[in-house]
């Protein structure tokens, strides 16, 4: 099992920046990539950017530019980060990490969520 915690959310003003973390422990050779989501008030949850084992990184054409998504990994845990800048208030959602593995294609594990909320 792979398990994952999140931190780093908060208020901003827009143009600001923020930094969200997430650690995941436990089986953490079957993971394969990683990903940030985010669902805002009555809207669906929405990828934001994901990076794979090798690093290769895809982001929402929302966040281009402005988001910029990283990983570490140690001997027992891999860190998966998500720098916010210029920071909008239609960036305001609960963001969740996940974990996902290869073979077979599946999402191994949730993040518990954390509250990004830019205003003014």
């Known amino acids: 099992q792979v398990q994952l915690v999140e931190s780093g959310g908060g208020l901003v003003q827009p143009g600001g920046s923020l930094r969200l973390s997430c650690v995941a422990s436990?089986?953490?050779?079957?993971?394969?990539?990683m990903g940030w989501y985010r669902q805002a008030p009555g809207k669906q949850r929405e990828l934001v950017a994901r990076?794979?084992?090798?690093?290769?990184?895809?982001?929402a054409d929302s966040v281009k530019g402005r988001f910029t998504i990283s990983r570490d990994n140690t001997e027992n845990t891999v860190t998966m980060y998500l720098q916010m800048n210029s920071l909008k208030p239609e960036d305001t959602a609960v963001y969740y990490c996940?974990?996902?593995?290869?073979?077979?294609?599946?999402?191994?594990?949730w993040g518990q969520g954390t509250q990004v909320t830019v205003s003014s």
């Open positions: 436990g089986s953490i050779f079957s993971i394969y990539d």
């Open positions: 990076i794979t084992r090798g690093g290769s990184t895809d982001y």
């Open positions: 996940n974990a996902g593995s290869l073979l077979p294609r599946q999402v191994l594990s």
